[in-house]
């Protein structure tokens, strides 16, 4: 399971779309399973996240990002990678609600 935390419209950046990642201590206590973890959920990030970024770009939004990953065992790629796209997916759908509520 990830959960996620958005903020909207910060101050004037170069950058309109960033993104933090965090796994649990209590869950993990090798330091090597929470990067490994990290590192799958910033590999999904960095392949899905094109088409939501070029749509910021082009509607002049700034958004950050927070995924926490919150299960407790060691996930598939396939699996990080399919919770990272529906993540995409919702946020993208409450951006796009939010621009079309302010036109």
């Known amino acids: 399971k990830i959960i996620y935390s958005t903020t909207l419209n910060l101050q004037p950046q170069t950058l309109n779309l960033q993104c933090a990642f965090s796994v649990s201590k209590r869950h993990f206590k090798k330091a090597t399973e929470r990067n490994r973890i990290k590192r799958l959920m ?7 996240k094109n088409d939501w970024q070029s749509g910021l770009q082009q509607s002049g939004k700034q ?3 927070f995924l926490l990953y919150v299960g ?12 990272i796209a529906a ?3 919702k946020l993208q759908r409450i ?3 939010e621009a ?3 036109l």
Do not use: F
């Not at 407790?72 to 919770?83: C, D, I, R, W």
């Open 72 to 83: 407790n065992e060691l996930p598939a790629y396939g699996l990080v990678s399919e919770k």
């Open 87 to 89: 993540a995409i997916k």
């Open 100 to 102: 079309a509520g302010h």
């Open 63 to 65: 958004v950050v990002v």
């Open 95 to 97: 951006t796009n609600e």
């Open 42 to 48: 910033r590999e999904a990030w960095r392949l899905q």
